[in-house]
């Protein structure tokens, strides 16, 4: 009997041990915080109602209702924490921070509040009955205003967070300017998401919120034979204007919060004459073209980025992304914003998504929010009081191209390399037309990089024989979020995004070799730039504080171009800069070495944001130009002097 009392002795140790083990292991991972803060809600809840909803509060009856709220409320809660919130884990917490207990103790709380009230409505301690309201204009009055106020807080919520989304982090000009340009293919698929993602889900809210605010009905509590109205029409009304307040004011700052809307409060009301004091009008501007005119090829990468780069390289990855870029990057001239080889251009405003990038390269300027009854994207329209890159080129007798995979229909560009330089435009629609792809084919945005490579060969080759010098343009496509991936590329990363970047950077590699190959390379500049920095918000979402800038370098500038080495490094920059170091990188000698707001980064001349400082510069830029809206936006004599010169050149 004593072995077998000592046995079961040691067997009882053992077992008491094993479980101070699990608790101590369960503390260390953090379960335990999880456990405690469900057990906490469920107590608070028990409490709540023994007192008011219980006929008896006897102590086996409490510890009952205790013991059954627990394990309802904490398995209830961590299930739908892990199949519906899709938390990783929820016994291996470390990686977890303090807020994420906080938020489980909300929704265990809300949970039991949940049964509370069933429970109460299932025992009949709360009923709801009908009520007969104050007919009132006023009262009336306050619930239609109630309903305004809630969907126009919930139409910017969900407004917001599809605009992240579709456009990713992006402010309220580029939205504005996107949803006022025609988008080509694309123009009834962004309508259609907007009412699909952001309208339909609005209007559903709208209508429980509706049901709510105009039904017609009281609470009563029931105990002991007593009754107590807990919730008439007057908390009705008052609650319901509480809600819609609240929606519209967290609606309201999370849009602002999220898409600067102060920005576009500046771009509408406040004036500056920032721009038209800096500006260097290109079309008056001495410029000296070599007496040999050198070709120009000028590639906009879609969102081709620095943070792709090895942080090795100033990069924010484990792995280098884009190391064949990296090699092209060594053997030309980068411009950088840091001490290091790569970096890039200030994120300015009117500068961030793709047609903006273009007109800034281009004219010069930002891409401001036009007023009044300018727009862009119509025929004759786009920036018409502007002298941009291809109207100096086109009067020097240039041949040029530009290049998409998609339809340059999308924020009118069409329109843009139309009326400023008469470009032969090869898009989306030019290859189907010309039988380049087959009938009906649309792949990604039009048709992949793979086969745009292979016709801006073809057209490269045949601009080279024209006799005259030649600009070509070109901008890719399949780096966009969430990007293409070739048939042909190899996986060589688990993410999609990641795989589209390697592939798409070899690509752009093997189609720079090419080049360099052909008899018309050794007097051709090329221009290579991220058109912006990627909108993909997943992808970067871990980023912090790094700061990222656009993919940029020239290869094989103009031999007669003066080289400082010091002008590479430490630069504060924007896109619209481009346009006369471009010019300058093919041997044009520019007066004054500024067009637009642009300045000649080769040169000694500071730019504006290395003169006035980038934040007090960009806070001129976001305001309204009346120079912009009046001499840029709409200019009959520039669309008159651009019809003469194309009649002049035919």
Same mark, same amino acid.
């Given at each position: ?16 041990? *094993?479980?101070?083990? $699990? ?7 953090? *379960?335990?915080?999880? $456990? ?13 109602? @023994? ?9 086996? +009856? ?13 398995? +209830? ?53 009908? &009520? ?42 580029? =939205? ?8 080509? %293919? ?15 889900? *609005? ?108 942080? /090795? ?11 064949? =870029? ?12 840091? /001490? ?24 010069? $300027?930002?891409?401001?929010?036009? +007023? ?75 048709? &992949?990089? /793979? ?108 031999? /007669? ?20 170091? @471009? ?20 040169? %000694? ?5 290395? &003169? ?8 001129? $830029? ?7 809206? &009046? ?5 009959? %004599?520039?669309?008159? @002097? ?9």
């Amino acid at each position: 009997d004593r072995s077998v009392s000592r046995g079961l002795g040691d067997v009882y140790k053992r077992q008491i041990l *094993c479980v101070k083990i $699990l608790m101590q292991k369960i503390r260390e991972r953090g *379960c335990y915080m999880f $456990l405690l803060m469900g057990s906490i809600a469920s107590i608070i809840v028990s409490v709540l109602q @023994i007192s008011f909803f219980s006929s008896t509060r006897k102590v086996g +009856t409490s510890i009952h209702t205790v013991i059954k709220n627990l394990f309802l409320v904490d398995l +209830t809660s961590l299930a739908i924490q892990k199949y519906v919130l899709h938390y990783k884990h929820f016994l291996n917490t470390s990686s977890y921070k303090p807020i994420a207990f906080v938020k489980f103790f909300i929704l265990a709380l809300f949970v039991a509040l949940v049964y509370l009230g069933i429970n109460a409505l299932v025992n009949r301690y709360i009923s709801f009955e009908g &009520e007969t309201p104050k007919k009132t204009k006023g009262t009336k009055a306050l619930k239609i205003i109630s309903a305004i106020l809630f969907f126009l807080g919930i139409l910017f919520v969900f407004a917001t967070i599809w605009g992240g989304k579709s456009f990713g982090n992006v402010g309220a000009d580029q =939205l504005i300017i996107n949803m006022m340009s025609p988008a080509g %293919d694309g123009d009834d698929a962004v309508y259609v998401d907007f009412i699909e993602s952001a309208f339909m889900p *609005c209007l559903l809210l709208m209508s429980l919120f509706c049901v709510f605010v105009f039904s017609n009905f009281k609470i009563v509590y029931h105990k002991n034979k007593k009754t107590k109205v807990l919730f008439n029409d007057f908390i009705h009304r008052a609650i319901s204007l509480v809600l819609a307040l609240a929606m519209f004011a967290s609606g309201t700052v999370f849009g602002v919060e999220k898409f600067h809307l102060t920005q576009l409060y500046n771009a509408y009301v406040s004036k500056s004459t920032f721009i038209e004091d800096n500006y260097k009008d290109p079309k008056t501007t001495k410029l000296v073209f070599p007496e040999k005119k050198r070709n120009i090829i000028h590639i906009y990468l879609e969102s081709m980025e620095n943070s792709y780069l090895s942080k /090795d390289l100033g990069g924010n990855m484990k792995e280098n992304l884009i190391p064949d =870029l990296t090699k092209l990057g060594y053997e030309g001239y980068t411009f950088s914003d840091t /001490d290091r080889k790569f970096g890039g251009p200030k994120k300015a405003t009117g500068t961030q998504w793709s047609v903006a990038s273009m007109v800034n390269q281009m004219t010069g $300027l930002p891409m401001k929010v036009p +007023t009044g009854k300018n727009t862009y994207g119509t025929p004759g329209n786009f920036f018409p009081g502007a002298w941009t890159f291809g109207d100096i080129l086109r009067d020097e007798g240039y041949e040029q191209t530009v290049m998409f995979g998609a339809n340059a229909d999308f924020g009118g560009l069409t329109y843009l390399y139309d009326s400023h330089g008469q470009y032969k435009i090869m898009d989306h629609k030019y290859a189907l037309e010309h039988s380049l792809i087959p009938k009906g084919y649309k792949e990604f945005w039009g048709y &992949e990089d /793979d086969k745009l490579y292979e016709f801006a060969k073809d057209e490269l080759t045949r601009l080279s024989k024209t006799g005259k010098p030649f600009n070509f343009t070109m901008e890719t496509a399949d780096t966009h979020r969430p990007g293409y991936v070739s048939k042909k590329a190899q996986k060589k990363y688990p993410d999609k995004y990641s795989n589209a970047i390697y592939y798409s950077q070899h690509q752009t590699y093997k189609f720079i070799e090419w080049i360099k190959k052909q008899p018309f390379y050794e007097n051709t500049t090329i221009v290579m730039i991220g058109d912006h920095c990627s909108m993909d918000t997943t992808f970067f979402k871990n980023f912090g504080d790094y700061d990222r800038t656009q993919y940029n370098v020239i290869l094989n500038p103009s031999p /007669d171009l003066k080289i400082d080495n010091s002008k590479f490094t430490n630069r504060q920059w924007a896109n619209f800069d481009m346009f006369p170091t @471009i010019l300058a990188a093919m041997g044009v000698k520019i007066d004054g070495d500024r067009l637009g707001i642009g300045t000649n980064l080769f040169s %000694d001349k500071k730019t504006i944001f290395e &003169e006035y400082g980038f934040k007090k510069a960009d806070k001129q $830029l976001e305001k309204k130009s009346v120079f912009i809206n &009046e001499h840029i936006l709409k200019s009959p %004599d520039h669309q008159e @002097i651009g019809v003469r010169a194309s009649k002049k050149k035919k």
